[in-house]
């Protein structure tokens, strides 16, 4: 033994059962605040999820950008992916018909899948070549069309073009509830037959302040400030959004949180305290051979970090299974809000503060 820290071990060792209250409190401390960020974490997943399918995978949009300053927006270090995206005749209610039939035209580039990964295509594919379009799978029954067909896209001007159809896509929840359908062509169709300016779709990479990097882009092209637009929930769940509700949100895991960590460090403070007073002889003993105040906090500080080697990975294991169990549960009971929620998902936020939050609470505790 070349120090006073090596009884550590050994005194933990032997006082195994005398230590089990304290390292429940370990335990205890690390679950809650491991379940109470997993199911934050899990839940904010899920509404990243919907957002995505709902409203699309982008953070902001621009009105008014030529094809040439898409083309610089799209090469900015910042942006993940970008798509140019416009709809017309949404609500069906002017004549844009397909062989006699209204419905709603899309323009969109050849990345808009990226910005939109929900549209799936069921039978065919899309292709940006021109004089091409896809439709909504109900164009099949309302128009009695397929893939390889050709069909007259009208405008309400009395302007009338053939299309090849060569894709059927997933019927959108607007189309099912108008009774309407679809189509999707590229923009340069778009733009010279329809002839409607089209919005820039922007996804920032992680990490990025997209407010700052959205008015930077703003005024580099000298945009209106109507002339910008950003996706409220995905900027919410992001965590960069001025939505009272999502700031009401974190503050309330804040708190949540902060209480944990003085419930725990209360519990163990307590624990640990009856346990050095029930030593007393003990490190009598220590300071009778030498030792010194340093060195016996030392000891104390030692012995408590020994408490959460096997501690804190099983307040982390039991602390992600209920996390689990609790997804389960709720993907079963109300499948209509929560069925993006993640099956068997590992939230690195709840482990990282789980583990931290442990330790930095034992050794708070050893050192009161």
């Known amino acids: 033994m070349k120090s006073f820290l090596d009884l550590a071990g050994i005194s933990a060792r032997v006082r195994r059962r005398q230590s089990r209250m304290t390292r429940l409190c370990i335990i205890l401390s690390v679950f809650l605040v491991t379940a109470i960020f997993g199911m934050a974490d899990m839940w904010l997943n899920c509404q990243k999820i919907q957002a995505i399918q709902q409203y699309g995978n982008w953070h902001t949009q621009f009105i008014g950008l030529s094809e040439e300053d898409g083309t610089l927006v799209s090469a900015r270090p910042e942006v993940e992916a970008s798509s140019w995206y416009d709809v017309v005749n949404s609500h069906l209610d002017e004549d844009y018909t397909v062989n006699g039939t209204r419905v709603a035209v899309c323009g969109v580039d050849e990345s808009w899948k990226e910005i939109f990964p929900s549209t799936e295509i069921l039978e065919g594919g899309y292709s940006a070549e021109p004089g091409t379009i896809c439709m909504t799978q109900n164009a099949k029954i309302l128009l009695g069309v397929q ?167 099983a307040g982390l294991l039991a602390g992600t299974a209920v996390c689990w169990a609790l997804c389960e549960m ?39």
């Open 147 to 313: 893939p390889g067909d050709t069909v007259t896209l009208a405008l309400p001007d009395g302007r009338a073009e053939d299309y090849l159809l060569t894709g059927l896509f997933g019927d959108t929840v607007m189309m099912a509830e108008q009774d309407g359908a679809g189509v999707i062509m590229n923009s340069g169709d778009y733009r010279r037959f329809v002839g409607q300016p089209m919005a820039m779709y922007v996804q920032y990479k992680p990490f990025i302040r997209i407010h700052r990097a959205a008015e930077e882009i703003r005024a580099q092209f000298g945009l209106a400030e109507d002339a910008v637009g950003n996706n409220p929930k995905l900027l919410g769940i992001s965590g960069q959004s001025d939505n009272a509700f999502m700031q009401m949100l974190y503050t309330a895991a804040a708190i949540l949180s902060g209480l944990v960590a003085v419930s725990g460090i209360l519990m163990m403070t307590g624990s640990m305290n009856s346990s050095v007073a029930q030593r007393t002889e003990f490190f009598g003993l220590l300071r009778c051979l030498g030792a010194t105040p340093k060195q016996v906090k030392r000891f104390v500080r030692r012995e408590a970090l020994g408490w959460c080697g096997a501690s804190i990975p």
């Open 330 to 368: 709720l993907r079963f009971l109300a499948p209509t809000y929560f069925a993006e929620m993640p099956r068997f998902g590992i939230s690195p936020v709840a482990i990282a503060s789980g583990a931290l939050l442990g330790v930095l609470t034992v050794l708070f505790s050893a050192r009161t």
